[in-house]
């Protein structure tokens, strides 16, 4: 019932930011777990940040930790995920995913099935 759309990805050059966004639609009346992952190419997904239901947690990706902030907007239902510092090696198709209940803190390469609900992704490039 929960439908997620990502927007805002782009070219970009190494250095920049990027703001991506994604909106859920049919939400339940409690709020969702939501979270951020990315694929390039052949590649499996890889988990990139999540964020509590209550919005006061986040946990990320060693590699993009400092660089990446994940925040959401209850009243817009959107999450959105702010990059900073940009490399070559964060090019991705980054997708968007929600749980409809608190999920537990995993490893990163089992955060991909606490997840409910996926949007389709937004392509993000970086050239250097």
């Known amino acids: 019932q929960v439908e997620l759309v990502e927007s805002g990805g782009t070219s970009v050059q190494t250095g920049d930011s990027l703001t991506l966004s994604c909106t859920a639609s049919?939400?339940?009346?409690?709020?969702?777990?939501m979270g951020w992952f990315r694929q390039n190419g052949g590649q499996e997904r890889e988990f990139v940040a999540s964020?509590?239901?209550?919005?006061?947690?986040?946990y990320y990706l060693e590699a993009v930790k400092g660089r990446f902030t994940i925040s959401v907007d209850h009243a817009q239902n959107t999450v959105y995920l702010h990059m900073t510092s940009l490399k070559v090696e964060d090019t991705a198709v980054y997708v968007c995913?929600?749980?409809?209940?608190?999920?537990?803190?995993?490893?990163?390469?089992?955060?991909?099935?606490?997840?409910?609900?996926w949007g389709q992704g937004t392509q993000v490039t970086v050239s250097s």
């Open positions: 049919g939400r339940p009346g409690r709020r969702l777990a």
């Open positions: 995913a929600a749980a409809d209940r608190q999920i537990p803190i995993v490893t990163t390469d089992r955060m991909k099935y606490q997840y409910d609900y």
């Open positions: 964020i509590s239901r209550s919005g006061q947690m986040s």
